[in-house]
């Protein structure tokens, strides 16, 4: 692909499509944003696009693909997934259902440390793009790449896909853990023994290992459950000051995709049988099952074991 003012229409004007348009119209690339409550039909906004880029929360990923399936979409669009949730009936993530929907086009992931309040103040931050299309990938890596945005590239799409997405269930339960001032070495304990957690449910699906000590995992990982800026953060902060979870979703502005996450995560995990504790803790949290502080005692209690296992 040419990498001369490419057209990048980008559905979803929530926070996240809203800083990524910034990103692109930046590069002076040509931006069109669109929401199912814009004026423009979403024929005319996809319409010789180069790139469709989705940033609509899970819930929007199945009925954005119905609207588009009845449109005419050349074999050249490279599809760009910004999702970072699971879907509650099938499991799969956001490019898995993209993928399944249109077979005969390039598919890339966007996923990284990537909190948009700090993206739209241009302050620097790093993601990646990932797709089994390098070619794709390295178109989009150009699309979106500058001087405060640098752009990796990597052919594990569900790895890195899965990074941003389970790490919001672990914000959640991070917010909870500073909310209860519990301090520096129990954050630290809970972060550490939250990237084997996903490790396990990720490599169990055919995501990579390594993928996961990357931008996408770690690198997400650490962003979100560092910074009263992540929704998934903030509703764990709440809940631990005994807010219920309806007050603080009509509270929250914006979408926090690990409520829904964790459900869908305990259900792989019960499938598949894996161990996920801190998962496990906050679906009882936010069912109302538990207290902050109840779930807290609870991983501290269980059986003892050795620090590494198969
Ligand atoms: N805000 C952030 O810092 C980042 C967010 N993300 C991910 O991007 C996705 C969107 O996040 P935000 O923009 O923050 O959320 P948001 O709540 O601000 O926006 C959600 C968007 O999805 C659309 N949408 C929701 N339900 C829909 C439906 N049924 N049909 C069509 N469209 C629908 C809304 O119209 C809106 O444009 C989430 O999966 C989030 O995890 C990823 C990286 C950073
Ligand atoms: O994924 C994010 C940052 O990388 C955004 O996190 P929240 O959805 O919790 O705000």
């Given amino acids: 692909m040419n990498q001369k003012n490419k057209i990048i229409t980008i559905i979803g004007s929530g926070v996240w499509g809203t800083a990524l348009s910034k990103l692109v119209s930046r590069n002076h690339h040509h931006c069109r944003l669109w929401s199912r409550r814009s004026l423009e039909n979403l024929e005319s906004v996809i319409h010789d696009a180069d790139v469709i880029l989705s940033a609509v929360s899970m819930q929007g990923v199945r009925p954005t693909i119905e609207d588009l399936q009845s449109l005419e979409i050349s074999q050249k669009t490279i599809f760009l997934s910004a999702t970072k949730g699971l879907d509650p009936i099938t499991t799969l993530t956001a490019s898995q259902?993209?993928?399944?929907?249109?077979?005969?086009?390039?598919?890339?992931?966007?996923?990284?440390?990537?909190?948009?309040?700090?993206?739209?103040?241009?302050?620097?931050?790093?993601?990646?793009?990932?797709?089994?299309?390098?070619?794709?990938?390295?178109?989009?890596?150009?699309?979106?790449?500058?001087?405060?945005?640098?752009?990796?590239?990597?052919?594990?799409?569900?790895?890195?896909?899965?990074?941003?997405?389970?790490?919001?269930?672990?914000?959640?339960?991070?917010?909870?853990?500073?909310?209860?001032?519990?301090?520096?070495?129990?954050?630290?304990?809970?972060?550490?023994?939250?990237?084997?957690?996903?490790?396990?449910?990720?490599?169990?699906?055919?995501?990579?290992?390594?993928?996961?000590?990357?931008?996408?995992?770690?690198?997400?990982?650490?962003?979100?459950?560092?910074?009263?800026?992540?929704?998934?953060?903030?509703?764990?902060?709440?809940?631990?000051?005994?807010?219920?979870?309806?007050q603080i979703i009509t509270a929250l502005k914006g979408t926090a995709e690990g409520i829904n996450t964790t459900e869908v995560l305990l259900k792989i995990a019960q499938k598949q049988d894996l161990y996920v504790p801190i998962t496990y803790q906050v679906y009882r949290l936010l069912k109302g099952e538990i207290t902050p502080q109840e779930a807290v005692n609870n991983l501290m209690k269980r059986d003892l074991k050795a620090e590494f296992y198969e």
Avoid at 109 to 134: M, Y
Avoid at 144 to 152: A, G
Avoid at 180 to 188: D, I, M, R
Avoid at 198 to 222: H, N, P, Y
């Fill in 97 to 246: 259902i993209w993928q399944s929907a249109f077979p005969n086009c390039s598919h890339v992931v966007l996923s990284g440390p990537n909190l948009s309040p700090e993206i739209e103040q241009n302050l620097p931050a790093a993601t990646v793009v990932s797709s089994h299309d390098t070619q794709a990938a390295e178109a989009i890596q150009l699309i979106f790449s500058s001087d405060t945005f640098r752009v990796y590239v990597n052919s594990d799409p569900l790895g890195t896909e899965l990074g941003g997405t389970l790490k919001n269930v672990m914000a959640i339960a991070s917010g909870v853990c500073d909310g209860l001032n519990l301090g520096t070495n129990a954050k630290a304990a809970l972060l550490t023994r939250a990237l084997p957690e996903m490790i396990r449910v990720g490599t169990s699906r055919g995501a990579k290992q390594e993928t996961f000590f990357g931008l996408s995992g770690l690198g997400d990982l650490l962003a979100t459950c560092n910074s009263p800026l992540s929704r998934n953060y903030q509703v764990g902060y709440r809940l631990s000051q005994g807010q219920t979870l309806e």
